[in-house]
């Protein structure tokens, strides 16, 4: 069992940078492959990015490349998201997700996910 934990969402003028965590408890994190989705009101849950359990491979959408970055540390049990750049289509609420060990273009389906936490809002304006 994981729980999961995120913070750092907030307000941000268009332009800015947010970093949001993920902190995770519960046994073996390292073997957990984690994701970002976020969800904009009114819309359906969709993929930002993943990170694989071994070797710290990433999938990002194609919207979020080169202004976000996905990074683990596996001895604090965490997930980051560092988001710059950002822009006022990034508005949602911003959640993490583990999966047991598994890892592929499953990776970006909300359904292949284990655990989730309860998510951060973060508003971008313009």
């Known amino acids: 069992q994981v729980q999961l934990v995120e913070s750092g969402g907030g307000l941000v003028q268009a332009g800015g940078s947010l970093r949001l965590s993920c902190a995770a408890s519960g046994r073996a994190f390292s073997l957990y492959s984690m994701g970002w989705f976020r969800q904009a009101p009114g819309k359906e849950r969709e993929f930002v990015t993943a990170?694989?359990?071994?070797?710290?491979?990433?999938y990002y959408t194609e919207s979020v490349k080169g202004r976000f970055t996905i990074s683990r540390d596996n001895a604090k049990n965490a997930v980051y998201l560092q988001m710059n750049s950002l822009k006022p289509e990034d508005t949602a609420v911003y959640y993490c997700?583990?999966?047991?060990?598994?890892?592929?273009?499953?990776?970006?389906?909300?359904?292949?996910?284990?655990?989730w936490g309860q998510g951060t809002q973060v508003t971008v304006s313009s």
């Open positions: 997700a583990a999966d047991w060990r598994n890892w592929g273009t499953t990776a970006r389906v909300a359904d292949s996910y284990d655990y």
């Open positions: 990170i694989s359990w071994i070797g710290g491979n990433t």
